[in-house]
């Protein structure tokens, strides 16, 4: 299975690229209210330590 790539629209942008391809992996959108969307599941990120810290900038920017 290959990830799906998000292109940023309505005034979203992306927070994360795919190393290979460069495609958009997420994207954010910060305006009247705040979310963030990947192209892949969560839990696919194997490394502890990658996954926390993607955990950590992602409610680090729902909640500012």
Known sequence: ESPEVI???GGSYTILRYGASGGSAAV???GECRS???GFPFETVID???RDA???GVLGF???
């Open 48 to 50: 502890a330590e990658e």
């Open 28 to 30: 954010a959108y910060d």
């Open 7 to 9: 292109l940023p629209s």
């Open 54 to 56: 993607m955990m950590k």
């Open 36 to 38: 963030v969307v990947a």
């Open 62 to 64: 729902l909640i500012k």
